[in-house]
């Protein structure tokens, strides 16, 4: 059974960077896209970038473009998220999401086919 689980989260001061794992197992991940999500107090989850798990060019939201970068560990089946200059606004749950037999760019709506991992909370502090 495929799961996921991420960690990094935690308090994290404005204008620093912090890095996210999402540990894969339980599958053959080779052609799975994975992506990351994420769920601020009071507003809907959303989409954040994704990545093939063969390491194709990663796709990102509009609003991650800069900040944000994504890469894999095959090796440790894990893929990461990076966020620089964080800000409170970065304030949120963050999840991963793998698909098999996906593409990076249709991960940006949720299906029934993924899987998730419980999330890992981020606070920014000002």
């Known amino acids: 059974q495929v799961q996921l689980m991420e960690s990094g989260g935690g308090l994290v001061q404005a204008g620093g960077s912090l890095t996210l794992s999402c540990a894969a197992s339980?599958?053959?991940?080779?052609?799975?896209?994975v992506a990351w999500f994420r769920q601020a107090p009071g507003k809907e989850r959303e989409f954040v970038g994704s990545i093939n798990w063969s390491g194709d060019y990663p796709y990102y939201a509009n609003s991650a473009l800069g900040r944000f970068t994504i890469f894999r560990d095959i090796a440790k089946n894990t893929v990461y998220l990076r966020v620089n200059i964080v800000d409170v606004e970065d304030t949120a749950v963050y999840y991963c999401a793998a698909r098999p037999g996906a593409y990076a760019q249709a991960m940006t709506v949720m299906s029934r086919d993924d899987y998730w991992g419980q999330g890992t909370q981020v606070t920014v502090s000002s």
């Open positions: 339980g599958g053959a991940f080779s052609n799975y896209a």
